[in-house]
């Protein structure tokens, strides 16, 4: 199973782009990166995920270099609502395994 | 459409005694997945079912710890005895199958504290 580094901390201003980056540079070339976020007294939900291109949703983009060993998750427009802890992780051999996430602060 | 459901939110314990927790997945859900989330840390898997069978339970102590899911829909988590180092947050989630492309979907959790 890959491993993936994140950035304990990060803050951004409400209304302005979040960039929160995560390594994982012993991925494998069948390992998606999956992105979830796990706001305080609740379970992980669902963001993204991506193999090898970029990929957008309703609430996320993810951006994944073409050697895949980093990727950036962009949240185009932080609200308040935003602040969580930010996990990013891979599916391989039929389970995900979380990093240790990053805690998203939105600043008003 | 309800979500995952799990009882109870907490749980005091001392150590050396049982604890059992309860999960309800989401209606149609084939699969089902206990987490452990030790405070700081990222959710770690300790048992995957598939229905009623189990497809991983590599990362479970099973001296300690077992699972079960019986009639393929609710699940039990069970720890006997407790330590201390069992402290943590057991996520429950489920999906509507094994494959990579399907996403998890995460109950609340029972934060256990083992005193």
């Known amino acids: 199973d890959a491993k993936t580094t994140q950035p304990t901390s990060m803050d951004c201003a409400e209304g302005r782009a979040a960039n929160l980056p995560c390594n994982h540079s012993?991925?494998?070339?069948?390992?998606?990166v999956y992105w979830y976020r796990q706001i305080h007294s609740q379970g992980p939900q669902y963001i993204i995920h991506?193999?090898?291109n970029n990929e957008t949703n309703e609430m996320a983009s993810l951006i994944i270099t073409e050697d895949r060993k980093s990727s950036t998750l962009i949240l185009p427009h932080a609200t308040l609502r935003d602040t969580a802890v930010y996990y990013c992780g891979d599916f391989g051999n039929e389970k995900l395994t979380f990093g240790t996430g990053t805690r998203l602060t939105i600043i008003p | 459409e309800a979500g995952v459901a799990q009882s109870p939110r907490y749980k005091i314990i001392e150590k050396r005694q049982s604890v059992a927790f309860w999960c309800n997945p989401i209606s149609g859900h084939a699969t089902l997945y206990w987490y452990q989330q030790i405070l700081g840390q990222g959710p770690k898997l300790l048992i995957q079912?598939?229905?009623?069978?189990?497809?991983?339970d590599s990362q479970l102590p099973k001296d300690r710890f077992s699972a079960e899911r019986l009639k393929g829909v609710d699940s039990t988590l069970k720890i006997q005895p407790a330590k201390l180092e069992d402290s943590a947050v057991y996520l429950c989630?489920?999906?509507?199958?094994?494959?990579?492309?399907?996403?998890?979907?995460f109950g609340p959790g029972t934060r256990l504290t083992v005193t």
């Open positions: 989630a489920s999906s509507l199958g094994q494959s990579t492309l399907l996403e998890q979907y």
């Open positions: 991506g193999l090898k």
């Open positions: 079912f598939q229905n009623n069978g189990v497809v991983d």
């Open positions: 012993t991925i494998s070339g069948n390992e998606y």
